[in-house]
T-cell receptor
Framework: AQTVTQSQPEMSVQEAETVTLSCTYDTSESDYYLFWYKQPPSRQMILVIRQEAYKQQNATENRFSVNFQKAAKSFSLKISDSQLGDAAMYFCAYNRGNFNKFYFGSGTKLNVKP | NAGVMQNPRHLVRRRGQEARLRCSPMKGHSHVYWYRQLPEEGLKFMVYLQKENIIDESGMPKERFSAEFPKEGPSILRIQQVVRGDSAAYFC???????????FGPGTRLTVL
């Protein structure tokens, strides 16, 4: 069964600094997709970044980038130049592809200190 | 293009009552997924529906829970005879099917007294 593990329940970062959130997953599939979602206090789920497993190049979206290590089944999120608005819960998610459900990790609460 | 709509945003029920949660997918999306988020936890898959069909209900509790996505109108998640353990946030996500991406609604927070 697919599982997604986020081992950091909570993290803190100083404004303008860089922080990395960890995620590992377990799967026997070779093709799959990985995602990071942000959930602010409003509870709206916002897609931050996605990665296709068949792509070797790490995905990047402005200040957000991932370090995807397929062999190690690791998918970490790096947030550069952290801003106060980045404070939220961050969830790592996995799915096997289109028409398939997501598996979510338990989340990491990110605090950003001014 | 309006996003995924869910209503009500907050729902309070007493034990034993029924809860009906509605989800209107984004325009043009025919795939709907329901997830449940218990306090301090991540989202857990419940059910995946296409118009008039349940595709995957592997995450649905065996009793009291049902879901539908009729040809016309929103998708409905129905919980009969609610218990305190049903208190959670219920999220709906829709997908166009042509691309592996799910767009989430704002969720319905169910509180069972």
């Amino acid at each position: 069964a697919q599982t997604v593990t986020q081992s950091q329940p909570e993290m803190s970062v100083q404004e303008a600094e860089t922080v990395t959130l960890s995620c590992t997953y377990d799967t026997s599939e070779s093709d799959y997709y990985l995602f990071w979602y942000k959930q602010p206090p409003s509870r709206q789920m916002i897609l931050v970044i996605r990665q296709e497993a068949y792509k070797q190049q790490n995905a990047t979206e402005n200040r957000f980038s991932v370090n995807f290590q397929k062999a190690a089944k690791s998918f970490s999120l790096k947030i550069s130049d952290s801003q106060l608005g980045d404070a939220a819960m961050y969830f790592c998610a996995y799915n096997r592809g289109n028409f398939n459900k997501f598996y979510f990790g338990s989340g990491t609460k990110l605090n950003v200190k001014p | 293009n309006a996003g995924v709509m869910q209503n009500p945003r907050h729902l309070v029920r007493r034990r034993g009552q029924e809860a009906r949660l509605r989800c209107s997918p984004m325009k043009g999306h025919s795939h709907v997924y329901w997830y449940r988020q218990l306090p301090e936890e991540g989202l857990k898959f419940m059910v995946y529906l296409q118009k008039e069909n349940i595709i995957d209900e592997s995450g649905m509790p065996k009793e009291r829970f049902s879901a539908e996505f009729p040809k016309e109108g929103p998708s409905i998640l129905r919980i009969q005879q609610v218990v305190r353990g049903d208190s959670a946030a219920y999220f709906c996500a829709s997908s166009p099917g042509s691309r592996n991406e799910q767009f989430f609604g704002p969720g319905t927070r169910l509180t069972v007294l």
